[in-house]
């Protein structure tokens, strides 16, 4: 076979420039037939290239792959925010990274909000997701954007892209990082319970101000991680990056019983670390288990001298939280439990908050000199033991695998896993549907579209009514 020398060199990031619906993509494999729904999936994708703009903070596009009888169908949408219909209009970009106006903006153009990170369902509504802004409220079938939803007024500014659904109570549990300004160290705390209706919002102050994107949630508490990615407006107004890695600040985690009040969050310390994205959390007995995907040094963001971190320490590993509520310490344990990189973590939706038997993540070739490059899909026990390991093709990455049980009834872990993979001899991408619990035996059905999908960020099922 002739060496392919330009697949080598590409990659997935670069938006695609077009909207587009495919009725009938080509499926090989066969799609089981009870898998009955949507996968959506929401990521960067700028209208128009902006100066020193990363390609994480473009505009938020969404994909749909809709699956109903062994059949499919696909969809792709931007999502049409303030800042989207603007620079629609104006036909060039007018923000610049992180929500910065360009000098020659219009002056009453203050929104920049991209809605890129997540999509989620709840209380019947299809919710768009990214950390600096109230969530956008998306049309299921259409995917045309309806605009902010602030639950009747009752809550305001900042809203995870990482809210968390109780399985038992249907209540969304959600926080916001910033919420007095930008780069404050104020933390908003609320609660929306299972008819859609705003229970709590609270504000309280942090040890510092941190970029926080994800948090932890269990049965009776919630867990807020304070780590050392911090925002400086003194940076940021003299053009110097906004975020930057300071670990002489330490690792903080505020834990905060969900039935009591921020005035009683009690902080716990540890060695300096970066966590994107949890995988689960627990209570066992007097101690708080949470399994998270640790980096050593933060990525993507520089010291605040402008360095740049350590490639070697700036990979996610699998690593397990232990904080000990009955014990005389301040100090929580960090204990990796493999040596594999990956990121994207997800469970079996109907443990979350609950010990969980079953995990799985996006990892990356340690075979292969494309480091970071997430090319393969990890199935872990309740302990992180490695039950099965699936390795794409050369040069192919993978998104974030989404689990979706084959029954309301079924036992945990019992469905399957969707991921996008992009293919890149074809340049082009796959819906990729596996048996969750046998990913090593490859997936049961690919959906096959003439297109690729961009490096994206998280996605979830939403199945048939």
């Known amino acids: 076979m002739q060496h392919d020398a330009t697949a080598e060199r590409r990659n997935n990031i670069a938006p695609i420039p077009f909207e587009a619906d495919a009725a009938f993509p080509t499926i090989i494999g066969e799609l089981p037939r009870d898998l009955n729904g949507t996968l959506y999936r929401n990521g960067p994708n700028p209208q128009f290239a902006s100066p020193g703009a990363?390609?994480?903070?473009?505009?938020?596009?969404?994909?749909?792959?809709?699956?109903?009888?062994?059949?499919?169908?696909?969809?792709?949408?931007?999502?049409?925010?303030?800042?989207w219909l603007a620079e629609h209009d104006a036909g060039r970009a007018?923000?610049?990274?992180f929500g910065r106006k360009l000098p020659d903006a219009p002056a009453d153009l203050t929104d920049g909000g991209v809605a890129n990170?997540?999509?989620?369902?709840?209380?019947g509504k299809l919710l768009a997701l990214e950390e600096a802004h109230l969530p956008t409220e998306i049309e299921p079938g259409t995917l045309a954007t309806r605009g902010y939803h602030n639950y009747q007024g009752r809550i305001a500014g900042s809203f995870t892209a990482h809210p968390k659904v109780d399985p038992v109570t249907g209540e969304l549990v959600f926080f916001g990082y910033n919420a007095a300004g930008p780069l404050t160290p104020a933390l908003s705390y609320g609660s929306i319970d299972a008819s859609g209706k705003a229970m709590r919002f609270e504000r309280f102050e942090a040890p510092y101000a941190s970029m926080v994107h994800d948090?932890?949630?269990?049965?009776?508490?919630?867990?807020?991680?304070?780590?050392?990615?911090?925002g400086s407006m003194e940076r940021a107004m003299s053009g110097r990056?906004?975020?930057?890695?300071?670990?002489?600040?330490?690792a903080y985690v505020g834990v905060m019983k969900r039935s009591g009040s921020t005035k009683d969050i009690v902080w716990f310390r540890a060695e300096a670390c970066y966590v994107f994205h949890v995988m689960n959390a627990w209570e066992d007995e007097n101690r708080i288990i949470a399994d998270v995907m640790q980096f050593e040094e933060a990525p993507l963001f520089p010291h605040p001298d402008g360095r740049p971190t350590d490639p070697e320490k700036s990979r996610a590993r699998h690593c397990r939280w232990t904080f000990d509520l009955a014990g005389n310490t301040?100090?929580?344990?960090?204990?990796?439990?493999?040596?594999?990189?990956?990121?994207?973590?997800?469970?079996?939706?109907?443990?979350?908050?609950?010990?969980s038997r079953h995990g799985w993540y996006a990892c990356a070739n340690p075979k292969l000199p494309m480091f970071g490059a997430l090319s393969g899909v990890v199935h872990v026990d309740g302990n992180g033991?490695?039950?099965?390991?699936?390795?794409?093709?050369?040069?192919?990455?993978?998104?974030?695998?989404?689990?979706?049980?084959?029954?309301?009834?079924?036992?945990?872990?019992?469905?399957?896993?969707?991921?996008?993979?992009?293919?890149?001899?074809?340049?082009?991408?796959?819906?990729?549907?596996?048996n969750a619990t046998d990913v090593e035996a490859?997936?049961?059905?690919?959906?096959?579209?003439?297109?690729?999908?961009?490096d994206g960020f998280h996605g979830n099922w939403v199945g048939a009514a």
């Open 54 to 83: 990363h390609w994480f903070v473009g505009d938020g596009m969404l994909h749909a792959f809709h699956l109903e009888n062994g059949r499919a169908s696909y969809r792709n949408r931007w999502i049409r925010t303030p800042k």
């Open 94 to 97: 007018l923000f610049g990274g």
């Open 117 to 123: 990170t997540n999509i989620i369902f709840h209380a």
């Open 215 to 230: 948090f932890i949630v269990t049965a009776n508490h919630v867990l807020f991680p304070i780590l050392p990615i911090l």
């Open 241 to 250: 990056p906004p975020y930057a890695w300071e670990p002489d600040k330490g």
């Open 330 to 355: 301040d100090r929580f344990q960090q204990t990796y439990l493999d040596d594999l990189t990956g990121e994207f973590p997800r469970i079996d939706d109907r443990r979350a908050g609950l010990r």
């Open 385 to 434: 033991r490695r039950l099965g390991h699936y390795l794409l093709p050369a040069g192919d990455t993978i998104s974030e695998p989404v689990f979706v049980e084959r029954s309301k009834y079924a036992a945990e872990g019992d469905g399957w896993l969707l991921a996008v993979v992009w293919r890149a001899r074809e340049n082009r991408s796959d819906l990729a549907v596996f």
């Open 442 to 454: 490859g997936p049961v059905a690919l959906v096959q579209l003439g297109h690729r999908v961009p």
